[in-house]
C-alpha cells in the first residue's frame, strides 16, 4: 500500500530552489521507501504547468513527514489529481514527464522548461489559429488542468486533521478527492458554498461520512448527508460510505434508519474513540472500489 502527494508549482517561481528541494528529498528518500518520484512539464505558453508527483511506501512516515514539512509552503497540495489523471494528459501530447532517482537527474530535468522568464513568452504566443491545427494534430491542452471528483470527504472540520491522513492512501488509487480545506474559499457567501458542495456531491462515484458526535451538530454535515441521500435514490451506481462512531450510532440509526436500510452493509463500519481512520484503511478501499 502506498500514499501519493502531487503537488503544482509555478512554472516560473523560484524553479532552480525548488528543484534543488526535490533533488536533496530524493537523494535522501530511497527506494523501496520512495517508490517514484515523477516530474510533468506542459510547455504550452497558454498553460505552462509543473507538477511533482511522490509515491511513498506507507511505512515511510518518517520520510513522509520531512517531505511535507520541506513542500507544503513551496507547491500547492493538489489531492484532486492523480497519477493516472497525469499520465492521461501525456496521451494528449500536451506533457513532458521524467521521472527522477537523484538530485543530478534533478538538475538536468531542470533543464527540460522551454521557457526560462515570461518575457520569453511574448515572442512564442500562439495564434488563435495556431492553437486550432495544433488541436487538430492531437495537442489538447492549451488550458491549464482542473481538478477532478470521484471521491467527496464529509466530516466535521474538528476530524479535519485526521481525515487528511488518509488522503494520500486514496490518492494513491487514482481517487480524485474532494475536500471543502482545498475547494473552498472560506470567505465565499453562503450561497456559493452550498453550490459548490452541491456540485461536489453530483460529481463524487462515491461519498465518504465520517460520522463523529461534531459531525451530528453540524449544518454543513447535514446538508451534505441530506443531498447524497437524495443523489443515492437517484444515481445508479452512487456510492455511499459510513464510518460512525460507536458513540453516535444510536443517535445515527435512530435519525437515518430509513436510508440505511437501504444501504449495502458491507459499506458501514463502526469505531470506537480510542481507533483512528488509517487502522481501516484497507477496508475502505475495498469498498470504494467495489
Known amino acids: 500500500m502506498n500514499q501519493d502527494f502531487i503537488f503544482e508549482f509555478d512554472y516560473f517561481k523560484d524553479r532552480i530552489k525548488n528543484f534543488k528541494l526535490i533533488g536533496e528529498i530524493a537523494d535522501k528518500h530511497v527506494y523501496p521507501k520512495l517508490k517514484e518520484l515523477r516530474i510533468y512539464i506542459n510547455n504550452v505558453p497558454s498553460s505552462l504547468e509543473f ?3 511522490f509515491s511513498y511506501d506507507s511505512n515511510a512516515l518518517r520520510e513522509i513527514e520531512q517531505m511535507k514539512e520541506v513542500l507544503f509552503s513551496k507547491g500547492k497540495y493538489r489531492p484532486d489529481f492523480s497519477s493516472e489523471l497525469l499520465f492521461m494528459k501525456i496521451g494528449d501530447r500536451s506533457f513532458n514527464s521524467f521521472g527522477i532517482l537523484n538530485s543530478f537527474d534533478a538538475s538536468l530535468i531542470s533543464h527540460g522548461f522551454f521557457y526560462q522568464n515570461k518575457n520569453e513568452l511574448f515572442n512564442n504566443s500562439l495564434s488563435e489559429n495556431h492553437i486550432q491545427r495544433l488541436r487538430k494534430e492531437g495537442y489538447d491542452l492549451f488550458e491549464k488542468m482542473i481538478g477532478g471528483t470521484s471521491l467527496f470527504l464529509s466530516h466535521s472540520s474538528k476530524q479535519k486533521a485526521e481525515l487528511e491522513k488518509i488522503i494520500p492512501y486514496l490518492t494513491a488509487t487514482n481517487e480524485l478527492i474532494w475536500l471543502d480545506k482545498f475547494r473552498l474559499k472560506p470567505d465565499e457567501n453562503e450561497e456559493v458554498l452550498k453550490k459548490e458542495i452541491t456540485l461536489g456531491l453530483k460529481e463524487a462515484d462515491t461519498v465518504f461520512f465520517y460520522i463523529t458526535r461534531d459531525f451530528m451538530e453540524s449544518n454543513w454535515c ?21 464510518v460512525i462512531n460507536t458513540e453516535v450510532k444510536e443517535l445515527f440509526f435512530t435519525k437515518y434508519n430509513f436510508f440505511i436500510e437501504n444501504m449495502n452493509k458491507g459499506n458501514i463500519f463502526f469505531m470506537n474513540s480510542n481507533q483512528v481512520l488509517e487502522e481501516f484503511i484497507g477496508s475502505f478501499l475495498e469498498r470504494i472500489r467495489a
Open 222 to 242: 447535514k446538508l451534505e448527508l441530506d443531498i447524497s441521500i437524495k443523489l443515492y435514490s437517484e444515481k445508479k451506481d452512487y456510492n455511499v460510505i459510513l
Open 51 to 53: 507538477y511533482v508527483h
